[in-house]
């Protein structure tokens, strides 16, 4: 039985910049980092130290709670830095490549027969901190079974990478993972796709038909839609690239630590996808590529809605699997910004005329405007849809109001799902942080 | 144009230093950030979450509202004058001689009530290291819109007063007061002083301005609104008349050409007002549109059982939604989104029953034939009550789910 869902709310932001598909050109980043603040709820302990060698797959971070939840070197290599911050904090662990053989792999364990042995895969495999799990928009706790698995095959943010383009010859593998999956779950496993999709060739998974704007594409709104999580569900969640890693570790025994970004955004002189590797530095992947227009740039891991700005200096990190590069605009001088009928002006607003045009813009970082509180009312219900009332939510998460927060629907959201409440909010509140501090408080007092 | 911009640019980046701590002038910090952010739109940049944001700021928004009030505010001035001159007898009506007289007696009006709530919330903000909001941009000049030309200026800046800091400034500031700050300015002048914010003295203003409008009143003058005329009308055969006698047509009191608040007689302006905030969707179309279904069919239902008891009910629906304060309520008014419900079915009800509520209290009530204003003020303090209920049923809706799961 297929599902079809249809989405009226959202926003398709439309920016310039986005690259065409084409053959990735391929980059070896000459450092790749591992982030443990990507992967929330994960207490890190290292396992190596600076100029150990270690090989793709080579645990590098185990949690503190559950030992079996590591985070595995994505290349062969020596690390470099294991760098802490502010009370010794661990911020990133570093790995230089090796020039010869990078792509070494440690040895992995053979193909799973039963849900035990599926799951110590995933695990050791160090792929199971791909996945994340709702509530709370974690790493899923090993030991846990799912209500269901939710997979999402396309990415609506904007200038996202177009992930389907890449898998077309790989049902097999795509096939391998949901039978891995299915092991783990006693519900189903979904696959969210756009009308059209070649995906449903996939054997084994119910497939999701999923028609309308951003933020069509997150898992949770897809969730949300189909089969909501109620109070005491957990539902796991990962990505069309996740699982292709799943399938190509079930049928061929190989680690892929490939990935494949989209370069997009108008500072980047000519968009286009590249095949490089988890964690890869910023400097390899935007070397050249940005316009020396002598403007402040803010090059983003992700996209411009969630995605985490990191500087030249900063790597690819996960989730993300797009880079993207816009003005940072603190050097504009704007008067009398409030009063201006520029068509450059992007807003979902009709009082600008730039909301008529078809045109794609070149937004920068500016927050345009003072933070102030709620005032204009059913802003972020527009862009969010999903059956939860945002403003009250936001309030009781503000309160630190946990009763409130539960009966509002905490446990469907998380904060990427805000993303467009937070860009089209004309008081300029941090929603997804707010969201994200609440949810962090909730795991805490209630686990 | 650009050299002078660069230039001021230039000239606040080298004054800024002394309205930082530390600085010669830091006491006027947010009142020197208010003005620089107004001239330049921020640079501060997204720290955390959305690496962009929407175009449009709470400043736009208030700019929108303002000028969507521009309309009235000019009809208004002209109304004056015109209210004048046809007291004094006159046969022609010059229009600048009719503007400028009405530009001189609301000017003060307007400076008065700017200064005084301006400056409360420039003292506040810098009380509280808070950057300047801009809810008063709207407030302040819709307090003399919905005032009687007679209004003494003092009674103005008292009222003004009290409204911005016992219901804005005391819950919080802008996006947290439950009432209408404009609304309770009039309320408070209407409870305060009864007898300059009604009767025939109350609306037209009959002195003459900087020798403008020179001229003696002429006999059988009442300067009695349409809503007064009804309120102390006894009889079975109701007609409105304007200030010397002559009955009043729908046109005049569509147009908006009869006594009154000064911003609220003119219902063309009002609608063209309305149409520019629903254009901009800056306003909710959901609660203009609830106001007056709701007051015309109470309106209705009030016409149906005339009697001369009530006065009011021998109003047809379309007058109830033209005369008085009604359309200026429920485009103005009960569209403020901070005191209105703010859930989407919420605002159907909310905008129901201020239509309903103010026609009820105008027709029913002899001693109030300004309902609308009660009639919202009422509902901003119910407004909260509704969104509870909505939001329960969202909670309720969660809940069914997880119950019929187990």
């Known amino acids: 039985m297929a599902i079809s869902i249809n989405l009226r709310k959202g926003l398709d932001i439309n920016i310039r910049g986005a690259a065409p598909v084409s053959q990735p050109l391929p980059l070896m980043p000459a450092r790749c980092a591992i982030v443990p603040d990507d992967y929330p709820g994960i ?127 790989k049902t097999e593998e795509l096939t391998a993972a949901v039978e891995l999956l299915k092991r783990l779950t006693p519900g189903n496993i979904y696959i969210g796709v756009r009308p059209g999709s070649k995906l449903t060739g996939v054997k ?234 609440a949810l962090d408080y909730m795991y805490k007092e209630l686990n | 144009m650009t050299t002078i911009v660069k230039a001021l640019r230039k000239y606040l980046d080298r004054i800024k230093p002394q309205f930082q701590p530390g600085g010669r002038l830091h006491a006027f910090e947010s009142v020197f950030d208010g003005f620089e952010t107004f001239l330049f739109t921020p640079t501060t940049t997204s720290r955390s979450g959305c690496n962009i944001h929407d175009s449009l700021d709470s400043k736009r928004v208030m700019i929108i509202v303002v000028l969507a009030l521009i309309p009235c505010l000019l009809f208004g001035m002209y109304n004056i004058g015109y209210q004048h001159w046809l007291a004094i007898g006159s046969e022609s009506f010059h229009f600048w001689e009719l503007m400028a007289y009405g530009f001189c007696q609301i000017f003060w009006k307007l400076v008065v009530t700017y200064a005084v709530g301006l400056g409360i919330e420039f003292i506040v903000a810098q009380w509280r290291h808070e950057e300047i909001q801009e809810g008063f941009l709207v407030s302040g000049i819709l307090i003399p819109l919905i005032c009687p030309v007679e209004t003494p200026i003092w009674m103005l800046a008292v009222a003004t007063a009290f409204s911005v800091i016992f219901v804005k400034e005391v819950f919080g500031g802008t996006g947290y007061n439950i009432f209408n700050v404009a609304l309770v300015t009039r309320a408070f002048l209407f409870f305060a002083y009864p007898s300059r914010m009604s009767g025939d003295e109350a609306f037209i203003a009959l002195k003459s301005t900087l020798g403008l409008g020179e001229g003696q009143v002429v006999d059988g003058f009442t300067g009695a609104t349409p809503l007064g005329q009804v309120a102390t009308f006894v ?36 609608l063209i007002g309305a149409v520019i905030l629903l254009a901009t969707g800056i306003a909710s179309w959901r609660i203009m549109l609830s106001v007056f279904a709701g007051g015309f069919l109470m309106g209705l239902i009030a016409h149906a059982f005339e009697t ?19 359309a200026f309520a429920a485009v103005f008014m009960a569209t403020d989104p901070v005191t209105a419900a703010r859930t989407n079915t919420g605002k159907y009800v909310y905008g129901f029953l201020v239509g309903v509520i103010a026609i009820i209290i105008r027709t029913y009530n002899n001693g109030y034939p300004e309902g609308a204003m009660l009639a919202v003020l009422l509902m901003n303090s119910m407004a909260p009550l509704i969104d509870y209920c909505v939001v329960e049923g969202n909670i309720r809706r969660r809940l069914r789910r997880l119950n019929s799961k187990a």
């Open chain 2, 235 to 270: 009889g079975d055969k109701l007609t409105l008349t304007n200030s010397v006698g002559d009955p009043l047509t729908y046109w005049d009191m569509f147009i908006g050409l009869i006594p009154g608040s000064v911003g609220e007689t003119s219902t063309l302006c009002i």
């Open chain 1, 204 to 437: 084994g998974a119910e497939i999701v038909t999923v028609s309308g704007p951003h933020p069509a594409g997150n898992a949770g709104i897809q969730i949300a839609n189909v089969k909501p999580v109620n109070k005491g569900d957990i539902v796991w969640t990962l990505d069309l690239p996740t699982l292709l890693r799943i399938g190509v570790l079930s049928l061929h025994s190989k680690l892929c630590s490939d990935i494949i970004v989209p370069l997009t955004g108008c500072e980047i002189k000519e968009p286009k996808y590249v095949l490089t590797k988890i964690g890869a530095d910023m400097a390899t992947l935007v070397k050249d590529q940005i316009y020396g227009d002598g403007a402040h740039h803010r090059i983003i891991s992700g996209n411009v809605l969630t995605g985490i700005p990191v500087g030249k200096e900063g790597y690819l990190r996960a989730p993300y699997t797009q880079v993207t590069v816009i003005a940072e605009g603190d050097d504009v001088s704007d008067f009398l910004g409030w009063a201006s009928m520029s068509p450059q002006k992007m807003s979902v607003s009709r009082s600008f005329p730039g909301h008529f045009l078809k045109k794609a813009f070149c937004p920068d970082a500016r927050i345009l405007g003072g933070r102030r509180a709620m005032i204009l009312s059913g802003v972020y219900d527009k862009v969010l849809p999903m059956d939860i009332m945002p403003e009250y939510l936001i309030k009781a998460c503000i309160a630190r109001d946990l009763d409130r927060m539960e009966q509002l629907g905490i446990y469907e959201i998380v904060p990427e799902d805000l993303a467009l409440c937070e860009y089209v909010d004309p008081s300029k509140l941090e929603l997804q942080k707010i969201l994200g501090e």
């Open chain 1, 43 to 169: 207490t890190p302990k290292v396992d190596v130290k600076e100029g150990d060698k270690v090989l793709a797959g080579t645990p590098l971070i185990h949690d503190k709670q559950f030992p079996d939840l590591r985070i595995v070197s994505p290349v062969a290599g020596t690390i470099e830095a294991v760098v802490r911050g502010e009370r010794r904090k661990l911020e990133r662990i570093v790995i230089v490549p090796d020039a010869e053989n990078a792509e070494a792999t440690v040895e992995l364990p053979a193909k799973p027969t039963d849900a035990t042995t599926a799951q110590r895969m995933l695990l050791d495999s160090g792929l199971w901190v791909q996945m994340r799990q709702r509530p709370y928009g974690i790493v899923p706790r090993p030991g846990t079974e799912p209500r269901d698995i939710f997979i999402t095959s396309f990415d609506s943010a904007p200038l996202a990478a177009d992930w389907e383009a890449f898998v077309s010859d």
């Open chain 2, 308 to 326: 001369t008891t009530y006065p009011a009910t021998m109003l047809t629906a379309l007058e109830q939604i033209t005369l008085g304060g009604f």
